[in-house]
């Protein structure tokens, strides 16, 4: 009975689902049955079941394979492509998690027509078994697959598992992949990206421990006792691409009916026992949610929805189940759970294919939320939680998505999910196509573009829809051409780019000539604002060169997409004054913190900026610069203070430009030139300051890579010009201080490779310098030419557990002084340092308190990763202990501490190692030379602390010499470059 029961049923759904789609050519659908009976242990670790699916071939073509999801098995070892996609999220938990916190198909087996299947899993994808079927799946028949499975259930890492006594069973069971008229679709299990499946029947009998209670797709038809034990569910969901469920211990459930063209559906919130304020309203925006996307898509189709609170994860959707956070605000509550509950429409009834097409299912749903939270707050929900003073003209996440564009890392929307970078699913599939979206609508008018979506939604419910499907609808519904939605804006892999070249007062009119800088010939708005307001609006088709008459109406100014509403990303070039010499010139506002910045305004954001070093004493002052985001290509820093020692103004500055290129190799070309002085000796004895200028253009040639891509690389070429005050003196004595002027010319290769388990960095560097030798009469010119390279990596060992190692290596090819047996002071420059101080940063790059260190000093031991790496300071009068004219190779380790500790405590170990040559004093010969240094240190990011206590016999001569305490043998390095926005928007692809 069972199996004639399924085959006219199957007939009957087949015959619905087809039913007006002739007129679409080629379009069919499978039908698909699942009859499911599993049992979950005491333990909630194993599942157990077996299944009768029943499958249609619909297709003009006889099928002789069958692809099944066994999705659980993705959570097996970490070969699999989610464990891959974990760690491109750069999340490691589940690659270091323990062996019985994963999870996996025990058994499965096949069988069709009472015999053992031949079967498969696809190279590289274990979650994705093929069945040969022994002869075709003919148009038009059926068949029936019998699966037996045993499967262990992971710990929740991502939407299915176990969660400290919940179960959260989502993807849990052998599942037909969808065949449609573009053939297979076996996907893999990923944490980012959806899936794509057919709309089936489900019969689903559920055993578990009865101490929980199941909440699942679709109606609960039975609910009983077997035992004191077990409890037994038994549901069925008609028509869903899906069956979810997830079962608690101890929950409470809230329900209310709601009504809709005389329908009547079961709304349930489902809690934890504790009280939550925050969930009191739960009901009331879940209500909401269902009756506006019931009002603007069309009528709720099912007869139940669940909202489930969860722990852990800010909002997941399933047919007729939704999960949202208790995180959060009320407002932040309300947006998620009306963008979750979006999703019923937007893939539990269009049927959309979420792996290859995300920006279908998530651009309508993130728009239909948008539009939600604007009508009811008057805002965006994620504009709300930015502060209004840190806004811009701009909702901020639209921001973001310009940002992206303009550091040139974007990608088109309709990028499938495999190719996209993590930034981009989340921009691409989220907020830019629903800017794309909404500035359909602005085009075709609220009220054309909302009968056009009831219209698809009508026709395709419950239908696989692609892109040119929705396409096709649009047109018919509107009557116009959408080359330039869905072919340009959603596929080009140009930017969006309207400029407005110039608008001319003829008679009673502006002539206005616009350019399109894209190949999206998209139409456009063109405004006319008086006091900002704007005034006058007139839509034109798009193309690439055009001309357009506005009358005149005593505009101020005129503006490409006043309302901002384009995806237009470079809008410095949309407007012009139409009065005064200056008409391109933005407005400057002056901010006192961080903005996001503005097209039609230069915000200068300024701060207090101060600091503290030997020579200058506190200094205090202001800082002042111009690019927030999204980023602009001219930008400017400065920082000015009174130094209250030297009683005199010090600071730098920088000012950079982007040269973006189309090349396929170089991204960019950035110039730069950079400022700065201080003073860097305060000589008490004498009673003098000495002070340095340094000026360094550099030019940058940024290379390409894929956007999802981990590596970036760029070249560096620098030209460091330097003046340095000296001392003069004569037989009798001191005369004063004279500027020396040197130049140090640099060509530097950068590499970064930001994978999650192997971050590293890769650098090599060409430099050579020019100086006089000036004593007394005597002055002769000197120079060097160096090469050196570093490699510093991290490695991820296993979980809360890091290693570091750091090589580098040294040399000189020329260097007049390479015997002189001095370092980094008057008379020679650009020595090698195992432990690099602040008197042996000639270049002046780095942030050092003290750049004397004559004496070994706790409070200015400060040391930086450079040249050896080492972390023990020994001060500028035993620089020939470990400094080298010719060459040096070192040897940095890192280690977290092997036991683990509280966060508040992050304790780490190093080990640092170096081999150099140099002269030692009274000989003329270079000898070699070998040192180590190691012990603890305190890692607060941008601060480390470093307590060396296990050295090499020279340098505890050294510091024994200085009778130091154990306090004083404490260095420190500050990473003020670590966190450097510019340098990640530039150097970082994410």
């Keep these: 009975m069972r ?92 690659y270091f998690a323990d062996e019985e916190e994963r999870g996996g198909y025990q058994e499965v087996s096949f069988r069709i027509g009472g015999s053992e299947a031949e079967w498969e899993y696809l190279e590289n994808q274990i979650d994705i078994a093929k069945i040969y079927l022994s002869k075709p799946l003919q148009p038009g028949s059926e068949i029936e697959i019998e699966v037996s499975f045993k499967a262990k259930i992971p710990k929740l890492f991502s939407r299915t598992g176990f969660d400290e006594g919940d179960l959260h069973m989502t993807y849990w069971y052998p599942k037909v992949a969808v065949y449609d008229q573009k053939g297979w679709h076996p996907i893999s299990y990923y944490a980012q990206g959806e899936f794509y499946s057919d709309f089936a029947n489900y019969k689903v009998e559920l055993n578990m421990p009865s101490s929980l209670t199941a909440f699942a797709t679709g109606k609960t038809v039975l609910s009983s006792t077997n035992t004191s034990d077990m409890i037994r569910y038994k549901f069925e ?9 997830f079962a608690f211990p101890k929950r409470r459930v809230q329900q209310k009916s709601l009504a809709i063209n005389n329908r009547s559906i079961m709304l349930s919130v489902v809690r934890p026992k504790v009280e939550d304020e925050l969930w009191d309203r739960a009901m009331d925006y879940l209500m909401e949610s269902v009756q506006y996307y019931s009002d603007w898509v069309g009528e709720y189709p099912y007869d139940q929805l669940t909202l489930i609170q969860d722990k852990n994860h800010s909002g997941m959707e399933y047919p007729q189940i939704i999960t949202a956070s208790h995180k959060g605000t009320a407002h932040s509550l309300d947006y998620i759970i009306n963008h979750e509950v979006g999703h019923q429409w937007f893939f539990g009834v269009l049927g959309f294919n979420e792996r290859e097409h995300a920006w279908m299912d998530e651009g309508l749903t993130t728009y239909g939320e948008h539009r939600y939270t604007r009508n009811k707050y008057g805002v965006d929900a994620y504009t709300k939680m930015v502060p209004s003073f840190m806004r811009g003209s701009v909702p901020v996440l639209q921001a973001g998505v310009e940002g992206q564009i303009k550091r040139r890392f974007d990608q088109p929307i309709s990028t499938k999910v495999e190719e996209t970078s993590v930034l981009n699913y989340l921009l691409n599939n989220y907020e830019r196509s629903a800017i794309a979206f909404r500035y359909l609508e602005s085009y075709l008018t609220t009220q054309v573009f909302d009968n056009a979506l009831r219209s698809f939604y009508e026709s395709w419910k419950f ?22 939605f869905f072919k340009g804006i959603i596929t080009s892999k140009e930017a969006y780019d309207y400029e407005l070249l110039s608008a001319k007062k003829v008679g009673s009119n502006y002539v206005i000539k616009i350019k399109n800088n894209s190949d999206i010939n998209a139409p456009l708005e063109i405004n006319g604002l008086t006091d900002d307001e704007i005034v006058y609006s007139k839509w034109i088709e798009g193309g690439q060169e055009m001309e357009v008459k506005i009358p005149d109406e ?84 400065f920082a000015l203070g009174y130094a209250f020692g030297s009683k005199e103004i010090v ?31 305060n000589n008490t004895f004498l009673d003098y300051r000495r002070r340095y200028f340094k000026v360094d253009p550099s030019i940058a040639f940024h290379f390409r890579s894929k956007a999802t891509s981990k590596t970036y690389s760029k070249i560096i070429a620098r030209s460091i010009q330097l003046w340095n005050q000296e001392a003069s003196f004569d037989t009798s004595g001191f005369t004063g201080l004279d500027y020396r002027y040197s130049r140090i010319n640099e060509l530097k290769f950068e590499h970064f490779n930001l994978s999650t388990l192997n971050p590293y960095t890769f650098k090599i560097c060409l430099e050579h310098q020019s100086y006089k030798f000036e004593i007394l009469d005597v002055t002769e010119n000197r120079n060097y030419i160096k090469l050196w390279a570093e490699y510093d990596a991290q490695f991820k060992v296993r979980k809360n557990y890091e290693m570091g190692v750091r090589f580098f290596a040294g040399g000189f090819l020329l260097n007049s002084e390479r015997k002189s047996g001095q370092y980094n002071n008057g008379f020679t420059r650009g020595s090698f340092a195992l432990a690099h101080e602040g008197y042996d940063d000639y270049k002046y790059d780095g942030h050092f308190v003290n750049r004397n260190n004559q004496n070994v000093n706790s409070l200015y031991n400060q040391v930086s990763l450079t040249d050896g790496g080492f972390k023990t300071a020994l001060g500028s009068q035993h620089n020939r202990l470990d400094h080298s004219n010719d060459l040096m190779f070192a040897v940095n380790l890192t280690s977290d501490f092997p036991v683990p500790l509280p966060k508040v405590l992050p304790l780490k170990l190093f080990a640092d190692f170096g081999y150099f040559t140099n002269v030692a004093l009274g000989s003329d010969e270079l000898e070699g030379n070998f040192l180590y240094s190691a012990g603890p240190y305190l890692d607060f990011e941008i601060i480390q602390i470093y307590l060396p206590i296990l050295n090499s016999e020279s340098i505890n001569n050294v510091l024994g010499n200085n009778e130091q305490t154990l306090w004083s043998k404490i260095s420190f390095r500050m990473d003020l470059h670590k966190n450097d926005p510019w340098q990640i928007i530039d150097d970082y692809n994410y």
């Design 3 to 94: 199996k004639i029961g399924y085959i006219f049923s199957t007939l009957v759904i087949s015959f619905f689902l087809n039913k007006g789609v002739c007129a679409q050519q080629n379009y069919f659908q499978q039908g698909v049955q699942y009859d499911i009976n599993a049992s979950i242990d005491s333990s909630l670790r194993i599942l157990s079941g077996e299944e009768l699916i029943l499958y249609q071939n619909n297709s003009d073509v006889a099928l002789e394979e069958i692809y099944i999801h066994l999705w659980t098995n993705a959570f097996s070892s970490n070969k699999t492509p989610f464990a891959e996609n974990m760690l491109k999220l750069g999340n490691t938990s589940f």
């Design 237 to 245: 969901a008609n028509n869903v691409v899906d069956f979810a469920w």
């Design 463 to 484: 239908k696989h829809p692609y892109p040119e499907d929705m396409q096709s609808s649009f047109e018919t519904s509107t009557g116009k051409n959408l080359d330039w």
């Design 554 to 637: 005593g505009f101020g100014k005129i503006v490409i997409d006043a309302r901002r509403i384009s995806p237009d990303a470079f809008r410095k070039n949309n407007y012009t004054k139409t009065k005064g010499l200056f008409k391109r010139v933005s407005r400057f506002r002056i901010n006192p913190i961080a903005k996001l910045n503005e097209d039609d305004r230069t915000n200068i954001i300024t701060n207090l900026y101060g600091g503290f070093n030997t020579s200058d004493g506190p200094y205090v002052g202001f800082s002042m610069f111009n690019s927030f985001w999204p980023q602009k290509d001219f930008k400017r820093v």
């Design 651 to 681: 600071g730098m500055g920088k000012v950079s430009y982007d040269q973006h290129l189309k090349s396929n190799r170089l991204k960019k070309i950035e110039y730069k030139i950079g400022v700065r002085s201080f003073h860097f000796e």
